[in-house]
């Protein structure tokens, strides 16, 4: 009788995500090699070859590895789908810009390996959790206003999903018009002072695997006055657990904007 196989035996991952995820079903013994910016979960680093930058990759490794997929996110690795798929290896490239579709992919992935039910399990409890901090938000007296900065030079604002989940957490993005636009280029604040004319409550830094540096923002000219930089509101949260569109986001990224907004909200209620 002909068996049906359980999706890729041997998955190559171009970004964190898919990694992180694949771990979290019990799928990794499947990843044969990872990106050189995952560092979620840490073991990966150690048990998986690094094959890949973000917009570059190791297109004569990944061959060697014989993978039945390649999971890769965005447009902006389009170039390395193109080369991997002429020459005969299967892409498979994800989009997700939004909370519901990094649901939606996750649910996908889940589904290739034969894990739906299980992954279908834990997004519940992902989105179960999301209502709750969603709830608490709203219950607040009053919400603050939060610019989250993906990049310092030039300045770049919160991409949808970070857009989305500080909502979620109990803020207001400073700039919501500008969340939707997928790339950071387009997301650019060029003139520094409309950021001090609205006047942010909360400023959250996530430079893009770049340390942030508080003091560094205190000091830009005319910032005095901004009610983050005289609050002392003034956080990081690494781009590992935010800025990758996936179960980091959903989970330690979120936790981290709530309770940053639940402190705010103590001290200003």
């Known amino acids: ?79 390395i789908a193109a080369e991997l798929v002429r020459k005969g290896v299967q892409v498979t490239i994800f989009n997700q810009r939004s909370v519901e579709e990094i649901f939606a992919m996750l649910y996908q992935v889940a589904a290739m390996v034969g894990r739906a039910d299980d992954g279908l399990r834990l997004l519940e409890g992902m989105r179960a959790r999301l209502l709750e901090i969603e709830a608490a938000g709203r219950a607040l007296p009053r919400r603050p206003r939060v610019f989250f900065e993906e990049w310092d030079e030039p300045h770049i604002s919160a991409i949808r999903w970070v857009s989305e989940l500080t909502a979620i957490a109990g803020g207001d993005d400073v700039f919501p018009e500008l969340a939707r636009a997928p790339l950071g280029r387009d997301r650019i604040v060029a003139d520094g002072a409309e950021i001090v004319r609205r006047n942010p409550d909360i400023v959250v830094g996530s430079w893009c695997g770049k340390k942030f540096r508080p003091e560094k923002v205190a ?13 002392g509101q003034l956080f990081e949260i690494k781009s590992a657990d935010i800025l990758q569109p996936g179960p980091a986001a959903l989970t330690d990224g979120v936790e981290q ?13």
């Open 1 to 79: 009788m002909l068996e049906i196989a359980r999706g890729p035996r041997r998955i190559v991952c171009l970004t964190e995500e898919a990694t992180e995820w694949l771990y979290l079903l019990g799928e990794e013994a499947r990843i044969v090699g990872i990106s050189g910016y995952t560092v979620r979960p840490r073991r990966a680093r150690e048990e998986k070859p690094r094959v890949s930058a973000f917009l570059s990759a190791k297109i004569d490794r990944i061959l060697e590895l014989r993978p039945d997929c390649v999971f890769g996110f965005s447009d902006l690795q389009a170039d």
């Open 219 to 231: 000091a830009r000219p005319g910032w005095e006055g901004v009610n983050a930089v005289r609050d």
């Open 257 to 269: 904007l709530h309770r940053i907004v639940l402190a705010w909200s103590r001290a200003h209620g």
